[in-house]
Protein backbone atom coordinates (compact mmCIF):
# COMPACT_ATOMS: atom_id res chain seq x y z
CA UNK A 1 0.00 0.00 0.00
CA UNK A 2 2.93 2.39 0.77
CA UNK A 3 4.27 1.84 -2.91
CA UNK A 4 1.38 2.41 -4.65
CA UNK A 5 1.01 5.85 -2.76
CA UNK A 6 4.33 7.02 -3.75
CA UNK A 7 3.79 5.71 -7.33
CA UNK A 8 0.66 7.74 -7.31
CA UNK A 9 2.29 10.60 -5.57
CA UNK A 10 4.82 10.32 -8.49
CA UNK A 11 2.46 10.59 -11.03
CA UNK A 12 0.57 13.48 -9.25
CA UNK A 13 3.86 15.47 -8.99
CA UNK A 14 4.38 15.18 -12.52
CA UNK A 15 1.27 15.89 -13.90
CA UNK A 16 0.73 19.53 -12.12
CA UNK A 17 5.00 20.14 -13.41
CA UNK A 18 3.39 19.27 -16.74
CA UNK A 19 0.52 21.87 -16.89
CA UNK A 20 2.44 24.09 -14.77
CA UNK A 21 5.65 24.86 -16.43
CA UNK A 22 6.29 22.85 -19.37
CA UNK A 23 2.77 22.91 -21.54
CA UNK A 24 2.70 26.73 -21.40
CA UNK A 25 6.86 26.77 -22.30
CA UNK A 26 5.57 24.62 -25.38
CA UNK A 27 2.55 26.65 -26.41
CA UNK A 28 4.59 30.27 -26.41
CA UNK A 29 7.45 28.58 -28.71
CA UNK A 30 4.69 27.70 -31.51
CA UNK A 31 3.25 31.18 -31.19
CA UNK A 32 6.61 32.28 -31.51
CA UNK A 33 7.12 29.86 -34.41
CA UNK A 34 3.81 30.76 -36.39
CA UNK A 35 4.95 34.36 -36.01
CA UNK A 36 8.16 34.03 -37.57
CA UNK A 37 6.82 31.79 -40.28
CA UNK A 38 4.11 34.09 -41.14
CA UNK A 39 6.24 37.34 -41.91
CA UNK A 40 5.62 38.87 -45.02
CA UNK A 41 7.00 41.75 -46.95
CA UNK A 42 6.20 45.06 -45.44
CA UNK A 43 5.84 44.27 -41.61
CA UNK A 44 7.74 46.25 -39.24
CA UNK A 45 9.50 43.86 -37.23
CA UNK A 46 11.81 44.31 -33.83
CA UNK A 47 14.64 42.07 -33.50
CA UNK A 48 16.29 40.30 -30.01
CA UNK A 49 18.48 42.49 -30.26
CA UNK A 50 16.24 45.58 -30.24
CA UNK A 51 16.62 46.56 -33.83
CA UNK A 52 13.30 48.04 -35.66
CA UNK A 53 13.30 47.52 -39.20
CA UNK A 54 10.82 47.07 -42.06
CA UNK A 55 10.92 43.69 -43.89
CA UNK A 56 11.64 43.75 -47.53
CA UNK A 57 12.61 40.65 -48.63
CA UNK A 58 11.40 37.30 -46.73
CA UNK A 59 13.47 33.60 -47.94
CA UNK A 60 13.51 30.47 -46.68
CA UNK A 61 16.15 30.83 -43.01
CA UNK A 62 16.78 34.35 -43.78
CA UNK A 63 14.54 38.23 -43.80
CA UNK A 64 16.13 41.32 -45.22
CA UNK A 65 15.31 44.43 -42.88
CA UNK A 66 15.18 48.24 -43.98
CA UNK A 67 16.50 50.62 -40.70
CA UNK A 68 16.66 54.31 -40.10
CA UNK A 69 15.59 56.77 -42.25
CA UNK A 70 19.16 56.02 -44.62
CA UNK A 71 17.26 53.22 -45.11
CA UNK A 72 20.56 50.78 -44.38
CA UNK A 73 19.63 47.32 -45.34
CA UNK A 74 21.03 44.17 -43.87
CA UNK A 75 20.09 40.11 -43.52
CA UNK A 76 19.08 38.44 -40.16
CA UNK A 77 18.10 34.93 -40.05
CA UNK A 78 14.37 34.41 -38.39
CA UNK A 79 14.86 33.09 -35.32
CA UNK A 80 16.42 36.43 -34.23
CA UNK A 81 13.04 38.19 -35.08
CA UNK A 82 12.09 39.09 -31.49
CA UNK A 83 8.16 40.79 -32.00
CA UNK A 84 6.28 42.06 -34.89
CA UNK A 85 5.17 45.49 -34.49
CA UNK A 86 2.77 46.35 -37.48
CA UNK A 87 1.51 43.38 -39.36
CA UNK A 88 0.55 44.18 -43.04
CA UNK A 89 -2.75 44.00 -43.77
CA UNK A 90 -3.15 42.60 -47.48
CA UNK A 91 -6.93 42.24 -46.87
CA UNK A 92 -7.50 45.88 -46.36
CA UNK A 93 -5.15 47.30 -49.31
CA UNK A 94 -6.98 44.83 -51.62
CA UNK A 95 -10.69 45.90 -50.48
CA UNK A 96 -9.62 49.53 -50.93
CA UNK A 97 -8.01 49.14 -54.09
CA UNK A 98 -11.97 46.85 -55.49
CA UNK A 99 -13.57 49.86 -53.86
CA UNK A 100 -11.46 52.02 -56.15
CA UNK A 101 -12.14 50.51 -59.57
CA UNK A 102 -15.39 50.01 -58.51
CA UNK A 103 -15.88 54.09 -58.65
CA UNK A 104 -14.03 54.27 -61.74
CA UNK A 105 -16.34 52.00 -63.35
CA UNK A 106 -19.26 54.02 -62.40
CA UNK A 107 -18.03 57.16 -63.62
Avoid: C, H
Avoid at 20 to 26: A, G, N, Y
Avoid at 29 to 50: A, F, H, P, W, Y
Avoid at 79 to 107: M, T, Y
Amino acid sequence: MQGFQSIIMLVVFFLILYFLTIRPQQKREKQIREMRDSLNVGDEIITIGGIFGKVIKVKEDMVSIEVGSDKTRFDITKWAVGSVINKKELNKEDNKKDSNQDKNEEK
